[in-house]
């Protein structure tokens, strides 16, 4: 037929809008189905994919019409099942719809272009529920069911789901176990995370929130705490009672830090174990008398009475040379622990 004597229509054709009372029917060839399965592979398509892909009727009647209309251009059909593609500059030009709307919808102009131009997959086709527009608005017939029940020829079969292809023209991946190709089957949709998207998203960008709070927290100084005794050791503090970092110019120092496990211990943890080094290390002065003088929001109480519980244990051996003394300058709170 020659291309120029087509005329595009948007609705001479319908998927039935009613939801009609089929009869029951024989199976469709498992054989047909799979001739169909491979041809589809031929164009490139998933069946997976395309019943991931949620359709309005509306546009699924427009892909009808654009498919019908490639089936009656003889030149165009040729075209097709040679470079197996749309030529979709073209279609636009002819049909003036937008090109990406037809790359976005390849698939399913495609499989509908195989069904109806094969007839090989005749009994395939006739499944579908396809009438003159002029025609459906006098089809009083109605049947009310549940609008997320589906039903189907099955496709193709997978461990928990199966794809089946609706009379309206869907494809749609359904929760579903242990079905036989052909089969006219009914079920609902295998949702996968999609529905939830919103959600997860949500509460991912909370989780990030939080995490950069926590991070942010983590790392912002709240405290300095200096000791000195031999040598002089600095720590800073974060919001969560944390040390995390630690300086010395001396070496004994430095070795105190690399001996001591303070990094992010708690300040009465960590200061435990710098006290133990530090005798360890011969770095208590003659005098024996620690100074700590902490800068920024003050330890709490309860690190305070940590820090002189330590001490007075340090000093119960009854050895008073061995006694120590911690004057702390708590952000201008003085207190001799002994």
């Not at 427009?62 to 003889?74: G, T, W």
Request: glycine content about 4%.
């Amino acid at each position: 037929m020659d291309t120029q004597s087509i005329d595009f229509m948007r609705d001479k054709y319908i998927f039935s809008k009613e939801r009609h009372i089929r009869k029951v029917r024989k199976n469709i060839s498992k054989e047909r189905i799979r001739l169909f399965i491979n041809e589809l592979k031929k164009y490139k398509i998933s069946l997976l994919k395309l019943s991931r892909k949620e359709i309005s009727q509306r546009d699924r009647n427009l892909l009808l019409n654009i498919a019908l209309y490639i089936y009656e251009d003889d030149r165009m059909l040729k075209l097709i099942r040679k470079n197996k593609t749309l030529p979709f500059n073209k279609l636009s030009k002819q049909t003036n719809i937008n090109m990406d709307f037809l790359i976005k919808w390849r698939g399913y102009i495609l499989a509908y272009v195989i069904l109806a131009s094969d007839n090989k997959y005749v009994d395939i086709y006739d499944y579908l529920d396809v009438n003159f527009k002029e025609l459906e608005n006098n089809n009083t017939r109605r049947t009310y069911v549940d609008i997320d029940i589906y039903r189907g020829v099955v496709l193709e079969v997978y461990k928990n789901s199966a794809v089946i292809l609706t009379s309206s023209g869907e494809f749609i991946n359904i929760n579903k176990r242990n079905e036989i190709i052909g089969a006219d089957i009914c079920g609902r949709r295998k949702l996968g995370l999609k529905p939830y998207k919103k959600l997860i998203i949500c509460i991912s960008l909370l989780c990030f929130i939080v995490g950069a709070l926590g991070f942010y927290s983590y790392g912002r100084e709240r405290s300095t705490i200096v000791i000195q005794g031999t040598s002089r050791i600095k720590f800073t503090v974060n919001s969560f009672n944390r040390i995390t970092y630690g300086y010395s110019a001396t070496e004994k120092g430095k070795l105190l830090l690399n001996e001591a496990k303070w990094k992010n211990k708690s300040v009465t943890s960590a200061l435990d174990d710098i006290f133990s080094f530090m005798s360890e290390l011969d770095m208590i002065p003659n005098n024996r008398k620690i100074e700590i003088i902490v800068t920024g929001e003050s330890l709490k109480e309860s690190n305070i009475d940590n820090i002189s519980e330590y001490v007075s244990c340090i000093n119960s051996d009854g050895d008073l040379s061995n006694d120590i003394r911690v004057i702390i300058n708590n952000s201008g709170n003085e207190k001799i622990l002994k």
